[in-house]
């Protein structure tokens, strides 16, 4: 059943939490949801075989949460306050979080805003470039308003198919523009597990950015940014690194 947080500002974020032990944080990325990414991919139902409960809010902009058309309601504080607030609502003190692709730079914007909320964190599909940073704005705009086709064919493979499904055009615009040069910067001491496809050309340098905070890095051979995350060694990988 879905459920709703409220932030000060009256901003709404849906969620929805199963039950099971010591749940964990689930946070999608761009123009996807929460039921897409973390239940149509199986995380739900895997982390549920082994007891443990999952939290999965629709970020805002994005599925049932609420979606303001300024880029500052998007910078990467508003988004992690936006999951404190989930967890006040759960009253959940501390978490593991698992963050896919621009989920990724959600979750470490959570954990610098609050690092005890934070126990362990899973961080995936992204890398030490932002995407969102190497696109021309104002191409994505064009895009996004009138359909004008951009030189960076990404812009369009990203945000083509959420507007021909009927997305909200501003939000999406909105999220770009707040989100676009968000870090991974994560404070020292929070245990960290990267994973990135092998043919995935989004986190490029992330096995070097791993190896220099000195965290956990799982390859997945052969894997694209959209299979990567239905891979039954990234589930694996998170579990036992999660235990």
Known sequence: MTRFARRLDGIRIAFEATPGERPVLFVHGFASTAAVTWGGSGWVRAFAEVGRGAITPDLRGHGQSDKPHRAADYAPRQLAADLVAVLDTLELERVDVIG??????????????????????????????????????????????????????????????????????????????GVAGCTLDVPAGIPQLFVAGGADSIP????????????????????????????????????????
């Not at 599909?125 to 990404?154: I, K, M, Q």
Request: glycine content about 10%; aromatic content about 6%.
């Open 100 to 177: 896919y692709s621009m989920g990724s730079r959600v979750v470490a914007a959570l954990a610098r805003l609050a690092p005890e909320r934070v126990r362990r964190l899973v961080l995936g599909g992204a890398g030490p470039v932002e995407l969102f940073e190497t696109w021309d704005l104002d191409e994505v705009n064009r895009f996004v308003v009138s359909g004008a086709l951009p030189a960076d064919p990404t812009i369009a493979g990203v945000l083509g198919p959420s507007i021909a499904a009927g997305a909200d055009r501003q939000a999406l615009l909105a999220c770009v523009q």
């Open 204 to 243: 490029a340098g992330v096995a070097a950015l791993a190896a220099e905070r000195g965290a956990q890095y799982l390859e997945l051979p052969g894997c694209t940014h959209l299979n990567a995350l239905s891979a039954r060694a990234f589930k694996q990988a998170a579990l036992e690194f999660l235990v």
